[in-house]
């Protein structure tokens, strides 16, 4: 069993980011410019976007956090959208999921300009990752993929079995890995909360990419020998620890690794990979790499 070290994987990427952007500001220029909508107090939102600032300034990217109360109106909201979408300081920014309930997130995903949306929720770029066109993908995915990549798993012609739907997440993970690209080619099957037999589907993936949202959700029985297991899921346990709690994916991650060829750690597998997918997106936008 080897580990795929994300964290490393992702310093690595970060210091390659980290030269490009000092090249620019020794020639004169500016910067990349990466900027956060974050509405409301939840607590995993704020962590999130704290660590995206960290990594911004880590590789001397600008970034610039807006702060709005839980309160504000769909209308104020959109109105702060339209104006990162008409500053020309700003490459690309995201709207930190989710919102509050009386705000349509839809709505609001699809007011941002296609060419700043460095999370590649809008339905343009969305359509065009299904199309195979040139897009901003979205950052866990496009993470995945570079981990898959970097870490030299073969994937043409395997069995990848997915498991969630997600918009984020699984959806998109589905396409790229069908995508006819290196990583890519796989057969691809995508399992959610009405997948009937699902253990029997688990147990035929060479590649088993969780994303479903439940602490080990995925058990030993679940995984065939030799299988590649990417874990995206995040969950803060309370424990009787000095901490008070430890970090769990939706891999049951003691009993399943010994089974696999390769498997991703949480925390430090696909969670680190995320936020630097979202600086090259922000690469890719300050450079006008993708035409629209
Ligand atoms: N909430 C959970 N994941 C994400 C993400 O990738 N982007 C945004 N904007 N919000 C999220």
Redesign the pocket.
């Known amino acids: 069993m080897e580990l795929i070290d994300g964290k490393q994987i992702s310093e690595e990427i970060k210091k390659e980011i980290a030269v490009k952007t000092s090249a620019i500001i020794d020639a004169g220029g500016e910067p990349p410019h990466l900027a956060a909508i974050l509405v409301g107090e939840d607590p995993a ?1 704020q962590t ?1 976007v704290a660590s995206k600032e960290r990594s911004c300034k880590a590789v001397g990217i600008t970034s610039s956090i807006y702060r709005y109360p839980a309160n504000i109106s769909e209308e104020l909201l959109l109105e702060a959208v339209d104006f990162l979408n008409n500053d020309e300081e700003v490459n690309g920014f ?5 919102l509050p309930k009386h705000i349509n997130a839809d709505k609001v995903l699809q007011r941002i300009s296609p060419a700043k949306d460095v ?1 590649g929720f809008h339905p343009v770029n969305m359509g065009r990752l299904a199309l195979g066109l040139p897009s901003y993908l ?3 995915p496009a993470g995945i993929m570079l981990l898959l990549e970097k870490s030299g798993i073969e994937t043409e012609g395997k069995h990848c079995v997915i498991l969630g739907r997600s918009n ?1 997440v699984g959806t998109p993970m589905s396409l790229l890995m069908s995508r006819k690209s290196n990583p890519g080619n796989s057969t691809v099957t995508l399992c959610h909360s009405k997948t009937k037999n699902l253990s029997e589907i688990t147990r035929q993936a060479d590649i088993l990419i969780a994303a479903i949202g439940q602490p080990e959700f995925v058990k030993a029985d679940m995984v065939k020998a030799g299988a590649v297991v990417i874990d995206v899921g995040i969950h803060r346990i309370e424990d009787s620890s000095e901490k008070g709690y430890h970090i769990t994916g939706d891999v049951d991650f003691d009993a399943v690794a010994p089974k696999c060829s390769y498997i991703t750690p949480v925390p430090g597998g696909v969670g680190p990979m ?1 936020i630097v997918s979202l600086l090259l997106n922000t690469f890719k936008s300050f450079n006008k790499e993708i035409y629209f």
């Open positions: 939102s999130y995201i709207v930190q999921l989710p999370d979205p950052a866990t984020i995320t």
